[in-house]
């Protein structure tokens, strides 16, 4: 079952300090990791699909622009609205912001599972 357009799922999370850029390989870059972030978008699509109950889904691409730094301790919070169905492929229009501004804006496609 494919979800209805405007299907909303978020996913929050405090950044601790295995989701730092210093934590990747990025020496002194106590920040949240833009591989993290995107991983954090992904995880707001799919819980938009769930909500809806769509079945199982997968990651296809995450396409994001990181906006700003946050640091270790603040929270994050991504929203991910569905667009767009193309067939087995659903559009989620993303954005997310810490305590103190928009982070990230972007989109990221999963398809539906046979």
Known sequence: MSPDR???GTWRSRVEEPDTGHA?????????????LAEFCDRAAKDACERAGA????RMRVDIRHLAATP???????????AETCGDRLVFEIEGEDSRRTI???????????
């Open 55 to 58: 079945g199982p889904t997968r």
């Open 6 to 8: 405007g299907q909303v």
């Open 104 to 114: 990230v804006s972007g989109q990221v496609i999963r398809i539906l599972d046979p």
């Open 24 to 36: 990747l390989g990025n020496p002194d870059i106590h920040v949240l990791a833009t591989p993290v």
């Open 72 to 82: 270790v301790g603040d929270t994050v919070e991504v929203c991910a609205r569905l």
